[in-house]
């Protein structure tokens, strides 16, 4: 089963009440920015370095997919842009889950 973060963000759900309890009800988790869906960083209102660090606390191994429309200059039109923009926001996991 799917846990998406996205949606239970913007239904205010209590995302970290949700992993802690059901954890082990979920095969894998999607991500997005709330609002907008746009890519993951500090301008979002869901802070994805602390929720990525809950569910690493489960001892979850399964997936966690980034669903995003990229806002990225170009990343529409170069070849594999998109995949370089996926790297940026892995490293922005990188980065702030370390703690």
């Known amino acids: 089963m799917l846990y998406d ?43 994805y370095a602390k929720i990525l660090k809950a569910i690493a606390d489960t001892g979850f191994k399964g997936y966690v997919a980034q669903e995003f429309i990229s806002q990225a200059e170009g ?14 926001v892995m490293g922005y996991f990188a980065v702030n889950t370390t703690s």
Do not use: S
């Open 5 to 47: 973060i996205y949606h239970a963000g913007m239904m205010k759900e209590d995302i970290f009440a949700d992993i802690k309890e059901h954890h082990d009800c979920w095969g894998h988790f999607h991500t997005g920015g709330v609002p907008g869906r746009n890519e993951i960083d500090e301008t979002q209102t869901l802070d």
């Open 75 to 88: 990343c529409h039109e170069e070849p594999g842009a998109g995949d370089r923009d996926l790297r940026r």
